[in-house]
Nanobody, 121 residues
């Protein structure tokens, strides 16, 4: 069965860095786009970063451009989110998703359980 397992979340001070990982299994990983979404307390879930199957298209939310980097390793069935310059407003549960891509739009069809990132002094 399809599984997406996130790891790497935790507590970090403002200005710090974290690297999230997502291990995928149960499907042909290199055929799918992948995304990172997040949901902060009291807010709607939002797209953070996304990339297509061979990283030909990469997309970031304006709020994380220049600070976050999404990448994937198709040989390891893994996708990553390197987060630098973290700010308190980055505090959220971060979700890895499998997605389909069409005409510049990513549509998740499977979600991991999420990993909590807390940015606080």
């Amino acid at each position: 069965q399809v599984q997406l397992v996130e790891s790497g979340g935790g507590l970090v001070q403002p200005g710090g860095s974290l690297r999230l990982s997502c291990a995928a299994s149960g499907f042909a990983f290199n055929y799918y786009s992948m995304t990172w979404h997040r949901q902060a307390p009291g807010k709607e879930r939002e797209l953070v970063a996304a990339l297509t199957s061979y990283s030909g298209d990469i997309k970031y939310a304006d709020s994380v451009k220049g600070r976050f980097t999404i990448s994937r390793d198709n040989a390891k069935n893994a996708v990553y989110l390197q987060m630098n310059g973290l700010m308190p407003e980055d505090t959220a549960v971060y979700y890895c998703t499998r997605a389909t891509y069409y005409n510049g739009h990513y549509s998740p069809d499977f979600w991991g359980n999420g990993t909590l990132v807390t940015v606080s002094p």
